[in-house]
């Protein structure tokens, strides 16, 4: 990993997503392993936990078994989150992706899919929860286990970041989450992304993703951080995250005009 060939970036734009087989050192990655498991023990000791209830009826119940369980913000946890941010390889592999030098933070997250009764997600973009107007905005979701559909891996639709925004059926569906139209994009007809332990797949906030229930005698664990171009910028009022608008790399030539524009009289 690091910088990536021309086949791999017009792989990239073809498809909406690429995976890299594991840029982590394997201390980099038991670090990163270990205190992931440290702190959603302590979470589960408060109680803390999220639980996905969309459309599918399964974990539609209240009472439903199937969970995921999430934490938000990671890098206000741990130091080794924030030192993932800094990640060279990573964020040369970004540059490439992202076709910027200009790189800023805008939240970090993990997921836990515990064995046997983790919950599946709808297809979904994650543009209609933070819609930028340039569409820069990426994640790069790093895998802690081996991942397939067994245990609730990633399933994307290849090149569906191309159509563009598509209707949020959440919205219409009066939920508290976002989704695409199952019918249009069924999770049958996906791409699941087999990933190994330490491989990170990068992917448009634009392409329709989604995964399947854990019903495996595994755990799927995963952590997320979500990039953007540092001159692009949110183009609807959203909740601000921590550290959102971190520059990462390069320089924030937006933020400097903004800052300097509060001291004209």
């Known amino acids: 990993m690091g910088r990536l060939t021309a086949e791999e970036k017009q792989f990239y734009k073809d498809n909406g997503y690429i995976l890299i087989r594991n840029p982590f050192t394997a201390q980099e990655?038991?670090?990163l392993s270990t205190e992931y498991d440290d702190l959603f023990r302590r979470k589960n000791e408060a109680k803390t936990e999220s639980s996905w209830v969309g459309s599918d009826e399964t974990n539609r119940k209240?009472?439903?078994?199937?969970?995921v369980k999430g934490i938000h913000n990671l890098q206000m946890h741990h130091a080794?989150?924030?030192k993932l941010l800094y990640h060279d390889k990573l964020l040369d592999a970004l540059e490439d992706v992202m076709e910027t030098k200009n790189?800023?933070?805008?939240?970090?997250?993990?997921?836990?899919?515990p064995p046997e009764k983790g919950a599946s997600y709808p297809m979904h973009q994650d543009y209609?929860?933070?819609p930028y107007k340039n569409d820069s905005m990426v994640a790069a979701f790093i895998h802690l286990?081996?991942?397939s559909p067994e245990n609730g891996g990633l399933c994307v639709f290849p090149g569906s970041h191309k159509l563009g925004p598509l209707e949020d059926v959440g919205v219409r569906d009066n939920s508290h989450f976002h989704y695409v139209d199952q019918s249009k994009f069924p999770i049958e007809k996906s791409t699941p992304v087999m990933a190994r332990r330490?491989?990170?797949v990068v992917f448009s906030y634009l392409l329709v993703h989604g995964s399947p229930a854990n019903l495996s005698a595994r755990a799927r664990r995963m952590l997320l951080v979500q990039y953007a171009d540092a001159h692009d910028v949110p183009a609807a009022g959203e909740r601000a995250q921590p550290a959102r608008g971190l520059v990462l790399r390069g320089v924030n030539l937006y933020?400097?005009?903004t800052v300097a524009n509060r001291h004209v009289e």
Do not use: C, N, Q, W
Request: aromatic residues 14%; glycine residues 6%.
């Open 29 to 31: 990655l038991e670090e």
């Open 62 to 67: 209240s009472d439903s078994p199937y969970t």
């Open 80 to 82: 080794v989150f924030g």
């Open 103 to 113: 790189i800023v933070l805008h939240h970090t997250k993990a997921h836990y899919k």
């Open 128 to 130: 209609h929860y933070f």
């Open 145 to 147: 286990d081996d991942s």
């Open 198 to 200: 330490g491989d990170v």
């Open 255 to 257: 933020r400097d005009a």
